[in-house]
């Protein structure tokens, strides 16, 4: 699924330039395959969080034991359904691009944890693997969505590279080596929600005939 | 099992100071967590969220909360229990609280809505946030019961209404007539607005029959239809389907059933005369196999059993082989009863057309070098002292090695074969061109034993083989020039045995009249490459039936390369057996023949040999009345009968 989207999503970008119902086609594919791989990257840490629940807290229910707010918490997102439809669109498309900026090096570790550690099987093991992989990917995913945007003028250009040092800085904050397994699992599961539920959104604002 | 921590070390500071956190957070964590595992904390109430508390009876429980759902991701509702102490059970003597931790600094509030005949609180959109942990709380007078368990977040409670607008589409029936398959569609809940994209919703289908107790559950999927297959016809079916979120654990409620049924159509029976057909054009096919199987089976045994090749003596009838024959066959091989040939074994004759005649070796049994042979062959034919030509000769093709391969062991007694071999010696018909080299072997394919004889040669200058180097449009043979005068050469090589055995009796019945005006004959030409039998040529046929061929026409030459004259080698063999006629000698030195053709037998049994047109017939033996056409080289089993005087 990786391959195919992001294969496509290069075909997607031999549009030429003077049909714009082929861009906004092609726009809509991108965002479908966008859409499709958050979609399995929530599937996944959801998973992954109830294997985790299973097997090291099994019995009672864990949300108010999570003993700190997700390393996440600072990137204001909106919390409902007419706030995420109030936000402008590039403030959308940035909070999107943060949290997957945010989680990509904590997952990255939390896989190196993962595969040192026995007591998750391997198949846990590979996905965790696929997870961390999955957020790298869908980062890259939705920054070609976001530069076809901005060529098709549907954003403003106003939206910063998200690749740009300080955001990569941001990302290094210590925080998140704060947090255990546990919570780690749950908040990204958290934001994994988030990052589907806002690019659905997002599409349906932009392009509402396709899908929606 | 406490979560461990994984530790990065980007400074040391911070080494330190995360490595102190977390060794003390992990230490609370698992604190706390043993503290629950030993279940020491009183539990007051129970949590809704985990399922498996339900075992605990109700009777002892206090007030507690009962569920909390969310429809539509943007309102909820919690519905509490006064449990077993009734005394609250009246509106108002429970209050619920709530905490909604979006910050460090959040308390608890009280319910926004009531709805008191429910014992509901219902939370509305504007008190409702996703994605951040609410906490709920029943409060009596002075009493606070709290589930720690109690506390969820909003994205996790969802459980979306049933589908709506249900409906089915008969797709087809099978060709049996006995299944179908439906297609059902339906509409998502209009309370999820799936339009906006805030829920993304998976439906699932069940339908059982409509007395059973089991539904049968259909893939999860997120599109607004589904087929169902392997309905039978006549059943009644029921179907209900439900929904929950993408990639979370809650269903909402089962929609109302609808039901599925299709009555029988009569439907044409197609099988029946299809299996007829089928069974017909099997029975007739199979009969054509066997009418054909029947019919070839010669051919059919051939091909599954080949026959094994064993020796066969070019020029014998197999017939004469068998037993009840040898005294003709000795009397034809001996031209008379000059000496008595032993019988041959019985089996050296076979039918097959592609068996080589087997070269026998008197010294080595195997067929295998001739050229190596061929020295001592030919001096051993040449000492012969039987000029008669007699029985036939055994001119073996070197072509290939069919035939040698079965390395026959001739019974042949040596100077039996010297005999034979001396009867091979060409003898001189009478006219030039009447010594017809028909082909010997009209016995179609009849493999040739040649015979290679060791002996003292008495013919000094005769090579037994002569090669036939061209072919005179008059039908005489050019043969490679020999010590010989007399001896023609014979176009050796010829499994042109392979005349065709009955054909060729015919025919040389027919030619008696003409034997002296037919210059056919059949010779196999063949060039000698340097030595041995040039392979190449190998013709099967060179026989035309004399009567009718084109003189000459029969023949293939390889090579002619009349010119060439190879030295005969007086008798030598060393060289090519096959010595090139020169037919512009016509003098004494007709070319010795290494193979002699045999043209016809005499009244004396001797075989006639086709001398070179130029030469004097020599060698030529009178002619046989019988004016058989001989095959060329050979005698032919039918035209032994023949020649049976």
Known sequence: ALCSRLSSMRAASSCTNGQTGCHFLSLANLFDRVIQHSARMHGISNDLHSEFELYFLPSKNQIGRVSRNCHTSTILTPNGKENAQRIAREELTEVILKLLVAWREPLWHFHQNMAQHREFNNFSSNKSLEMSEMVHELRRGVQKVVEKMQMLGVINSSLGNLGSPEAL???????????????LLYCFRRDSNKIQNYLKILKCRIIPEHGC | MCPLFSLEEPHIELRLATFIM???????????LLVSALDWLPTPASAFLIDWDRTTSSATLGPHFTDCISRDQETFRCWWSPGSLQNLSSPGALRVFYLKKDSPTSAWKECPEYIHENRECFFDANHTSVWIPYCVQLRGQNVTYFNEDDCFTVENIV???PPVSLNWTLLN?????????????????????????????????????????????????????QTIYGLQIGKEYEVHIRSRMQAFVKFGEFSDSIFIEVTEIPSKDYTVPLTLVLIFGVVGVLTVIMLIVISQQQRIMMILLPPVPAPKIKGIDSELLKKGKLEELNFILNGGGVDGLPAYATDFYQEEPWVEFIEVDEEDAEGGDKEDNYNSDTQRLLGLPHRNIEGFSAISHPDDDSGRASCYDTDLPEHDTQRLMASLLPGQPEDNETCLDAP??????????????????????TDLYAQVSNVMPSGGVVLSPGQQPKIQENTSGSERETQKGGKQNEDVEGIKEQKRNE????????????????????????STPPSTSVPGAGYQTIQPQPMETKPAATGDANESPYILPEPSQPQLFTPVADYTVVQELDTHRSLLLNPPPSQSPSLCQPQHPLKVPMPVGYVTPDLLGNLTP
């Open chain 1, 169 to 183: 800085l941001a990302s290094d904050r210590a925080e998140w080596r704060l947090m255990n397994d546990y919570d």
């Open chain 2, 173 to 225: 029936i099978s060709p049996s007539g006995l299944n179908y398959d439906v297609l059902v569609s339906w509409k998502p809940p209009p309370s999820a607005d799936v339009g906006v994209g805030w829920m993304r919703i998976e439906y699932e289908i069940q339908y059982r029959e409509r007395n059973a107790t089991n539904w049968e559950a259909l893939e999860k999927q997120p599109h607004t239809q």
């Open chain 2, 159 to 161: 459980r979306p209404d």
């Open chain 2, 519 to 542: 210059p056919q004959f059949q010779l196999f030409v063949v060039v000698p490459e340097g030595g041995g039998y040039t392979a190449e040529n190998n013709t099967q046929q060179t």
């Open chain 2, 22 to 32: 977390a060794v003390l957070l992990s230490s609370n964590l698992c604190l706390i």
């Open chain 2, 440 to 461: 010997a072997s009209e016995t179609g394919e009849k493999p040739l034993i040649q015979t290679q004889i060791g002996g003292p040669q008495t013919w000094v200058n």
